[in-house]
């Protein structure tokens, strides 16, 4: 079991560095942070609480990320779903954020991010399966 962690955590992570490193690189890309960020400062309301800084909420929404996407793909990614895992969870990121009032822009603003906010999912899953596949 523990195994499929380390694959999802490794996905995840690898996710997460291309997504970084693009967003601060390319201009159009996918800004799935931004989405994160105000369903975290929304969730955080509905307690009447806050992040004081930009930075923290960014942190802790980095976080939160790669901890729930290790989970989703040591579950999904790691058995006969694999890259289909990576291509739900991409057309989710997707197609959800305005259907649960959250600003899709940073991600569905036009075609190219979208295909790269797929992209990126499906990337996190095909490390996760490489992962697992080595070390199973």
Do not use: W
């Amino acid at each position: 079991m523990y195994k499929r962690f380390i694959a999802g955590l490794g996905g995840a992570i690898a996710l997460t560095i291309l997504h970084e490193t693009v967003r601060k690189n390319c201009k159009n890309a996918p800004e799935i942070n931004k989405v994160g960020e105000e369903a975290l400062e929304k969730s955080l309301n509905q307690f009447d609480a806050s992040v004081d800084s930009p930075d923290k909420l960014y942190a802790a929404t980095l976080v939160g990320d790669v901890i729930g996407n290790g989970i989703y793909y040591a579950g999904a990614a790691t058995n006969k779903a694999g890259l289909l895992s990576g291509l739900a969870m991409g057309v989710g990121t997707v197609l959800l954020p305005g259907k649960i009032g959250l600003d899709d822009t940073p991600v569905a603003e036009n075609n190219q991010k979208k295909m790269m906010t797929i992209g990126y999912y499906i990337f996190g899953a095909l490390v996760t399966k490489l992962i697992y596949d080595r070390i199973k």
